[in-house]
């Protein structure tokens, strides 16, 4: 039995939130995306496949929504909000997040959800937070990344703030937004009521500059982008024969770098006594960052990542998604996840954050075509006669 | 206000260190959890010896960077190479309702507090375990956290100009959220399943695995062919202008997306009498595409005559998502939205006195949570835990130091 297992939840489709519904359903709660007829907006996003229908092109919505089941609704028309309602009489836990602040169109706000339904917890993530004067806003990932701070701290002091690809932000606000829903479910679990659990995407983002804070708070110093020239001890990107490798050394880390560094013929330079000391050490930081740089330049990036390790020294290899896919590591852990493309072929998924005694939780199924579930939980489920469903879809309602 | 905090009376040891275990504690402890974090001078937290520290502060209690992660929990003094000291976390085994712990793999089975060893008395413990890279596989005797798995899990890649080195998102990125954040993820859902079995459950969450989660697009297009590429700064494939532009100051800087051509109007009223805004030719995202260098230029050049908070609001007025890049300085002095919310919160630290620490990552409305209290001084609540926790006497506790066992 996966742990989740039981818990419906209820998604709105808000293109910020669909991660955190993509992580209960890995743990095995039924999560239910409800989209409007023409589907929702993370189904036009590339990448995209060549060979697909329009609606099942996209692999951000074969990641987000993996795992979870599909049906389409209208709530802006009477029939369709009734449904809806009917819906969420059956949920735990409903998923609203939106970019502007708003809600999706024709979809009830957290207020209106628990005054209507004691039991339910809804979960909001917005751009900014449901209060304060900021609270309409909008933002794109971009925008939430420059807002939460990461932004200035990312990148070269020559070039503009940079964003931390790959949408980070929206991830980082939708794992806040599962792990808020969760404990609004524990919550309920003591009182019995429902609740709404409330994350902005800016606060999700600032809660990952946590040391920067600290930075202004307690020395006065504004801090902007460091590029490679980290103010620790050995912090460098090498180029090696193949590609990139990451070193970082911490204070016990010495005597290992300097045996590495005997091992190319380096080491003379650093068994100078004065090199004892710590303060002497970060003062001529230059010359340890060049050291790891040359021990890297003749060595593959797994290769100076084995011998390093082997020191104890924290060396990893840059990857890119082929060397993820390859990675002995993953694969021989069984890490991935095989899901069929739209297309018919089959695509390869990151698996889960978590082993639980051993084993991955996973999802059962793949992200949904659009309106995939509609006779299962509109008929089978809530009862609609297949002919009120035809009806329903010929008036654009489903 | 006022309302149930959902982990009141929940006990958690928190034998982590760094970052990742740290930050996922801290939030159990912001609603309501008893956190005891076991701490050591014989294998000392180095991010208690790390910058930020006030200037001219001597000492184990001055890191910001540590202090941050660990408001709200209790410090407990033990060095668990001395047989009392490994008594007294087998003893916190027992007591634990959640361990976390981030040690590298074997290390807790030595001590006898694996979860295996601990689960035989205490069916109910959820041990969260983050190693590097697992705990088993080729990689397994990997060391290291963010600043490496940020790089071996695929963000660098995806990070920054395409021109220069792969220097990734800043410091140790993936420890606080990203591994921070679904590890509670997997341990609320342990307590919630515990509540049906009464068993706890080992969660093992690689931190190489849990970052490499973040991104699926990029893995899915390298499954199938599909082409994608890698760095692209700040901008997107799908939208036009999408970037950071330098507005009037030193180092200052607007963050500005335009992703429908709904938006690209909303902007040209807002830049009302510059050439591009009228040109026909950027009416549509190909056509803004097809002169996206000249456009980019333009714009910051626009941009770089403007204050960049009334430049954002006035985007925001026309329905155009845009923010000023916020630094540490204006996230904690002067985003007003910010202090609007109350998102920091002032804490009176021991030797430090009041200083501003993150609040909780979300919040459950009509729910006071914390941080409540500042991070604890090392060792700082060792004798309340001896005593109000695992209910050992004071003579006991006197013996336990002079053993040397407290240190």
Known sequence: ????????????????????????????????????????????????????????????????????????????????????????????ACLLASSDGGMPPGWPGPDELTEMQRLLVVGALTPFGRTGP????????????????????TGFPDDPPARVGGEQGLHMGSIHLAGAVLAGLATRERTGRGIVCEVSLQESVAASVQPDIMFWDLRGEVRGRYGEESAALGVTVSRCLDGWVATYLVPWHWDGFVAWAAEDGLAEPFLDPRWQ?????????????????????????????????????????????EQLLRDPQLVTRGYFRAVRAPDGRQATLPGSPWRMNGEPPRPERGAPRLGQDNVGVWCEELGLARETLAALAGAGVV | MGGALPFTGLRVLDLSWFAAGPVCAKVLADYGATVVRVESLARLDSLRVNNPIPEGYEGYNGSGYFNNFNSNKLSLQVDLGHPAGLDLARRLGRWAEVLVENFAPGVLHRWGLDYETLSRENPGIIVVSAPACGSEGPRREYRGFGFGIKAIAGLSWLTGNPSRKPVGPPGAFPDFVINAGQALVGVITALRARERTGRGCLIELAQYESTVCVTGPAIAAASLGVPRRGRMMNGSPWACPHGIYPVRGADRWLALTVTTDTEWAALGRVAFGEPWAADPSFATLLGRKRHEDDLE?????????????????????????????NTNRDLLDDDPHLQARGYYRTLVHEE????????????????????????????????????????????????????????
């Not at chain 1, 209208?74 to 735990?92: C, E, H, V």
């Open chain 1, 1 to 92: 039995m996966r742990p989740l297992e039981g818990l419906r939840v209820v998604e709105a489709p808000g293109r910020h939130g669909h991660y955190a519904g993509r992580l209960l359903a890995q743990l095995g709660a039924e999560v239910l995306l409800v989209e409007p007829p023409w589907g929702a907006a993370v189904r036009r996003e590339p990448p995209l496949l060549a060979t697909a229908s329009a609606r099942d092109r996209s692999l951000q919505h074969l990641h987000l929504n993996d795992g979870k089941r599909g049906v389409t609704l209208d709530p802006a028309t009477a029939d369709g909000r009734a449904l809806l309602w009917r819906l969420l009489r059956t949920a735990d």
């Open chain 1, 134 to 153: 900021k609270a309409r806003w909008r933002a794109t990932d971009l925008v939430a990344q420059a807002a939460g701070g990461i932004a200035a701290l």
């Open chain 1, 277 to 321: 000391d710590p303060a002497f050490r970060q003062e001529n930081k230059g010359q340890v960052d060049d050291a790891l740089r040359a021990i890297c330049a003749r060595r593959t990036a797994e290769q100076a990542a084995r011998d390093g390790q082997a020191r104890r020294l924290f060396v990893f290899p840059v990857h890119g998604p």
């Open chain 2, 297 to 325: 230029r333009a714009i910051a050049a626009w941009t770089g005559r403007h204050e960049g908070e009334a430049l954002a609001a006035a985007l925001q007025e026309a329905g155009v998502p845009a923010h000023v890049a």
């Open chain 2, 352 to 407: 430090l006195g009041p200083c501003r620490y993150d609040g909780a990552p979300f919040r459950l409305e009509g729910v006071a949570h914390g941080p409540f209290r500042a991070a604890p001084l090392l060792g700082g609540d060792t004798d309340t835990v001896l005593r109000d926790l695992l209910g050992i006497g004071e003579d006991e506790i006197e013996a336990l130091h002079a053993s040397g066992a407290l240190q």
